[in-house]
C-alpha cells in the first residue's frame, strides 16, 4: 500500500470514529432526554393522581355512554355507596336528583358544553355538581354545600321569625292604641249610661234596656283586656288568687280560640289552695298551652285542663329537675296530639325553635310559659309518648288563705257627693272629657276643663290655691300627665291628683306612677269608680301617704 493510501486510510477512519462518537453522543442525549421525558411523565402521573385522588370534591370519571370508569378518595370518604365500575351515572348509582341529571349528562357529553347544577338534593345532603365534557367522556364533580345549605335555611327561617315577631309587636302596639281608644269610648259609654240610669230610676220603661247596654259593655271592656293578652300589653301585678276562677273566666275565650273540632274538659280541684301570681300572665300561660295544644291535633281531639295540689319532699324533688320541697298547685294541660319526638324533647322551650313548619307560629310560645312559670318562682314538666298526646305540668307554690270576694260593695252614689270641691280636668278626649265634666258637677263638684297641658298650666297659674284635685289623663298630645303634674306640684307641694289612662302598655307609664305612689284609674270606669276615687283623694289630707291599688288598679288607701 503506497503511502498515499494509508493516509486515505487514516482519514477514513478518524471520521468513521467522529461519527461513531457524535452517533454515541447522539444516543447519549437521547437517552437523557427519554429519562427527562420519563421523568417529567412519572411526576405528572404522580400530580395528576393526587390532584384527582386528593382533591377533596368528590369526582367520578365516566365514558361517553355514562359508565363509570373511576372516582376519588373523596367519593371514597363520603360514606354513601361507592358506584360499581361500570355502572351507569345518573341511571344506575345517584340517580334520585331534583332533576334528570342523566339526560344532563348525555347532553353535555354529546354537546362538548360544560355545565353546573347548584343544590341539587341527594338524600339528605346538598350538592352543587359539575360536569366537564372531554373526548372519551366526562368529569362530574360534586361539592358538599349540606351546612352551608342548612346554615341558609337557618337564617331564612330566623329571618321570617323575625318578621313574624315585628309583626306580632306592630299588632302589639295597635292592639295598645286600639285599647286605648276603645277604652276612651268604653268610658264615655258607661259613665253616660251611668248618669242616665242614675237620672230615670228603675221604674222607667228604657231602665232595662239601659241595663243590658251597661252589661254589654263591661263585656266589651273585659274582652279588650282578653285581646291584649295575646300582644302582653297589659300591666303586670301579683296578688293571690284562685287559680281555678282563672281558669273558668278564661274558657269562653277558650273554645272561641280552639274550634268546634277540640273539646276542652275540665278537671278542677275544689279543695285549691292559693298562688300569688299575676292573673294576665297566667292567663298567657294557659293561652300558650291551649293554642299550643290546638296546632298539634288539626283533625280534633280533646283538650283536659286539671288543677291539683302536691306535696313534695325532699326525696321527691331529687328526680325532678327544677323542684323544691313545699306545698304546690299543680296545672295540667294535656292533648291527644301525636306527641313530641323525643329528640325534640330538651329544645321545646328554647326561643325561636318550632317543630310546627313555616308560618306557623314563633316557636316563642312555649319559652314565654317557662319565662313565666319561673317568674312565679315555680317550674314546668313535660311528658309525652309518641302518638299518645302530650302532657305540661305546672307546679306553682300555694298557700292555704282565704282569698277575699272581689265582687264590690254597693256604694249609693249620694254618699260620694262633693261639697263645691273644685277639680281641674285635664283630658284631651271630647267624649271622655264631656262626660266626666258632667258626672263630676252633677254630683257636687266644680269643675275647670282643659284639653292639653299647654291649656292646663295656663289655669292651674290663674286657680292654683282653689283647685282641690288635679284629675288628669296621662296621655296628652303636648306632655306626659306625669310630668304636667310635676310641674304644677312645684308650685304647689299639697296639690291632690288622680291620673287616668285607657293605655295598658309603656305609654301608660304604669311603673313610673307605681313607684311614685301616685293615684291611678284605669279606663275604662264607671261614674262610682270615678266619684269613689276623686272622694277618696279629696277626703285624704296627708298627700304624703302612699297609694294603694286593688286587682283593678284602682286607688285605695
Known amino acids: 500500500m503506497s503511502k498515499h493510501e494509508k493516509s486515505n486510510s487514516k482519514q477514513e477512519l478518524l471520521e468513521e470514529n467522529k461519527r461513531l462518537q457524535q452517533r454515541i453522543e447522539r444516543l447519549e442525549r437521547a437517552e437523557k432526554e427519554r429519562a427527562r421525558l420519563e421523568g417529567a411523565l412519572q411526576e405528572s402521573e404522580s400530580f395528576n393522581y393526587a390532584l384527582f385522588h386528593y382533591n377533596p370534591i368528590e369526582t367520578v370519571v365516566v365514558d361517553r355512554e355514562g359508565h363509570v370508569t373511576g372516582y376519588n378518595l373523596a367519593k371514597r370518604k363520603s360514606g354513601e355507596r361507592l358506584p360499581f365500575i361500570g355502572e351507569v351515572m345518573y341511571k344506575d348509582y345517584a340517580a334520585k336528583h331534583e332533576i334528570d341529571m342523566y339526560k344532563e349528562l348525555m347532553h353535555c357529553i354529546e354537546s362538548g358544553e360544560t355545565k353546573q347544577f347548584a343544590e341539587q338534593k341527594y338524600k339528605d345532603r346538598y350538592l352543587c355538581i359539575n360536569i366537564a365534557p372531554f373526548p372519551n367522556g366526562a368529569i362530574i364533580t360534586s361539592q358538599d354545600v349540606t351546612e352551608r345549605k342548612r346554615a341558609e335555611i337557618e337564617n331564612e327561617k330566623m329571618q321570617e321569625q323575625l318578621l313574624h315577631m315585628q309583626k306580632m309587636e306592630a299588632i302589639g302596639t295597635l292592639a295598645g292604641g286600639i285599647a286605648h281608644d276603645f277604652n276612651n269610648l268604653l268610658t264615655a259609654i258607661r259613665g253616660s249610661l251611668d248618669l242616665a240610669l242614675q237620672a230615670i230610676g228603675k221604674s222607667h220603661p228604657v231602665y232595662e234596656e239601659l241595663e243590658e247596654i251597661n252589661i254589654a259593655t263591661t263585656g266589651a271592656a273585659d274582652l279588650t283586656r282578653q285581646l291584649l293578652l295575646f300582644s302582653r300589653k297589659h300591666l303586670t301585678r301579683f296578688s293571690y288568687l284562685d287559680l281555678n276562677k282563672l281558669i273558668v273566666g278564661l274558657l269562653k275565650m277558650l273554645h ?15 279543695k285549691l289552695w292559693a298562688v300569688y301570681g299575676d292573673p294576665g300572665t297566667l292567663e298567657q300561660v294557659i293561652l300558650n298551652l291551649t293554642v299550643n295544644a290546638r296546632d298539634v291535633m288539626p283533625d280534633g281531639g280533646q283538650i283536659t285542663i286539671q288543677t291539683d295540689m302536691v306535696h313534695l319532699k325532699e326525696i321527691d324533688c331529687e328526680m325532678i329537675p327544677e323542684a323544691y320541697p313545699g306545698h304546690f298547685v299543680r296545672l295540667s294541660v294535656t292533648d291527644t296530639g301525636p306527641g313530641i319526638d323525643k329528640k325534640h324533647m330538651d329544645r321545646i322551650f328554647e326561643p325561636f325553635f318550632s317543630t310546627k313548619g313555616p308560618n306557623k307560629g314563633t316557636g316563642l ?39 277575699p270576694e272581689t265582687h264590690k260593695d254597693t256604694v249609693k252614689i249620694k254618699n260620694l257627693k262633693g261639697n263645691s270641691e273644685h277639680v281641674l280636668l285635664i283630658e284631651d278626649e271630647r267624649c271622655v272629657r264631656e262626660f266626666t265634666t258632667r258626672a263630676l258637677e252633677r254630683n257636687g263638684y266644680k269643675v275647670d276643663v282643659a284639653k292639653d297641658a299647654g291649656e292646663a298650666l295656663k289655669q292651674f297659674n290663674k286657680i292654683k290655691d282653689k283647685i282641690d284635685l288635679i284629675l288628669c289623663d296621662v296621655v296628652l298630645p303636648d306632655l306626659s300627665g306625669v310630668q304636667l303634674i310635676e310641674q304644677m306640684q312645684k308650685q304647689r307641694k299639697d296639690l291632690r291628683v288622680l291620673l287616668t289612662s285607657g293605655y295598658t302598655d309603656s305609654k301608660s307609664q304604669w311603673s313610673v306612677i307605681k313607684e311614685k305612689s301616685i293615684p291611678f284609674l284605669q279606663k275604662p270606669y264607671t261614674l262610682t269608680d270615678l266619684l269613689q276615687a276623686v272622694a277618696q283623694i279629696i277626703k285624704n289630707a296627708d298627700t304624703s301617704k302612699t297609694a294603694i291599688y286593688d286587682d283593678d288598679l284602682r286607688i285605695i288607701y
Open 256 to 270: 272561641r280560640l280552639i274550634g268546634e273540632d277540640i273539646s276542652i274538659v275540665t278537671a278542677l280541684d275544689s
Open 365 to 403: 310560645g312555649l319559652s314565654v310559659v317557662y319565662g313565666i312559670v319561673k317568674d312565679h318562682k315555680g317550674w314546668i314538666n313535660v311528658y309525652s309518648e309518641s302518638k299518645k298526646g302530650c302532657v305540661f305540668r305546672i307546679y306553682l307554690p300555694g298557700k292555704k288563705i282565704e282569698i
